[in-house]
């Protein structure tokens, strides 16, 4: 008899993107005529860009010629990738980092799911509430929790809520946690941490023998000097911590696929005897043994984004999705909406009307504007009430569903 691994049984709904598309998918059904404009799911709409686009072409020729035909690459990633990140993401911001503690992989939402595999089923996790779903539900597919209770929370995961009244950051847990898993600039709310707020949640890592999970992948929307793009900007940082990176929406990857994890050789973790062991060994063991690399033209596309141009046009690219950011919470607010993020980050939280259900509001924009958003629900408890706006969208198309929205009743 073939048993199944019951702690997919927990997980009660379905996850939260692919329930937007389905009722999104109904709707365009049953109204063939409507104009449909999504600004839920945070894809990006823009092309890679020229220089990007050139490096791929380059790196498909090089397969399609026998003396410079590439087969399997390393699995960390080829060291011209790995180079340019350590030098360009870390060095050139005075952070120490090494092209040895990068590893190049297909896709950070990938890495924040699987980099469990490495840490023992007894782990004590900490997650934000409201937060990216990957976190709590890859926790608890893991086996690290119980089932989830009435009030929305699993049994087993420690839940930090950030709400207005705290500015969407969380409080040090009360409960000693082994694993945290941070994210700044914020998915969904748009917040972004100070220094002095990572300093705090670095120096109890240290004190309590935690190890943060810190995914970056928004770090190329901030504009303010004074907000830290890596975690490993926090002196000691790398003795309790590793980072998530991501290209999907740095330079438009999402279709092609290719971010990084980074750990650092002086981060460890422990036995069960209370012995101290480097993680980065066994992330690689793991790395090595169930993935094969990202496809050679895509690292060479990658590489691409450090290069001269390929920094110009990636910058303007985001600034254009900043600029989205800036007319939507500009235009909401004046419609009478209270607001957040949209600086510092490609996402605009919106507090619902008349303390409206969030997958009601979802519906009503649906349904009378035609316009797909995010319900806050569905990145956890604390998120109902809100409504998550991605910037990642054609700008004809945030001035429309701006004015769309504007006129609803």
Request: proline content about 5%; hydrophobic content about 35%; charged content about 25%.
């Amino acid at each position: 008899m073939a048993l199944i691994n019951e702690n997919y049984l927990k997980l009660q709904a379905g996850y939260l993107f692919p329930e937007i598309g389905r009722r999104v998918r109904e709707f365009a059904a049953a109204n063939p005529d409507k104009n449909i404009i999504r600004m839920g799911i945070g894809d990006v709409t823009q092309p890679l860009v020229p220089a990007v686009i050139k490096a791929f072409h380059e790196g498909v020729e090089e397969l399609a010629n026998a003396a410079t035909f590439k087969g399997y690459g390393p699995e960390q990633g080829y060291d011209f990738l790995r180079d340019a990140i350590a030098l360009n993401d870390y060095q050139n911001r005075g952070v120490d980092i090494s092209a040895d503690d990068i590893f190049v992989s297909d896709g950070s939402k990938c890495d924040t799911g699987n980099i469990q595999e490495i840490f023992g089923a007894g782990n004590k996790i900490a997650i934000c509430d409201p937060v990216y779903p990957v976190y709590a539900d890859t926790t608890v597919m893991s086996g690290k929790t119980g089932t989830m209770q009435s009030n929305g929370y699993f049994d087993g995961i420690i839940y930090m809520p950030c709400n207005e009244a705290n500015g969407f950051i969380p409080e040090l847990p009360t409960e000693r946690p082994d694993l945290i898993f941070l994210c700044y600039p914020n998915n969904p709310t748009g917040t972004v941490a100070s220094k002095e707020e990572l300093k705090k949640w670095v120096d109890y890592a240290r004190t309590n023998k935690c190890i943060i999970l810190y995914d970056a992948a928004y770090e190329s929307y901030i504009t303010d000097d004074s907000i830290p793009h890596s975690i490993f900007e926090i002196e000691g940082a790398k003795e309790v911590a590793l980072e998530f990176r991501s290209f999907s929406k740095t330079a438009g990857f999402t279709g092609t696929r290719c971010a990084f994890t980074v750990i650092p050789k002086e981060l460890k973790a422990y036995d069960s005897e209370g012995n101290a062991h480097p993680v980065k060994p066994l992330w690689n063991r793991r790395h090595t043994t169930k993935f094969n690399g990202v496809s050679y033209p895509v690292q060479k596309a990658a590489a691409a984004i450090y290069s001269e141009e390929g920094k110009k046009q990636v910058k303007e690219v985001v600034n254009y999705y900043l600029e989205n950011a800036r007319i939507m919470l500009e235009s909401l607010k004046k419609t009478g909406f209270t607001v957040f993020g949209g600086v510092n980050a490609p996402y605009v939280w919106v507090k619902t009307p008349n303390s409206m259900k969030s997958w009601d509001f979802f519906d009503k924009l649906l349904n009378e504007a035609n316009v797909v958003g995010t319900p806050g629900s569905g990145f956890g408890p604390s998120g109902e009430g809100y409504f998550r706006f991605s910037a990642f969208a054609d700008r004809a198309n945030v001035l429309d569903a701006m004015e769309r929205i504007k006129n609803l009743k």
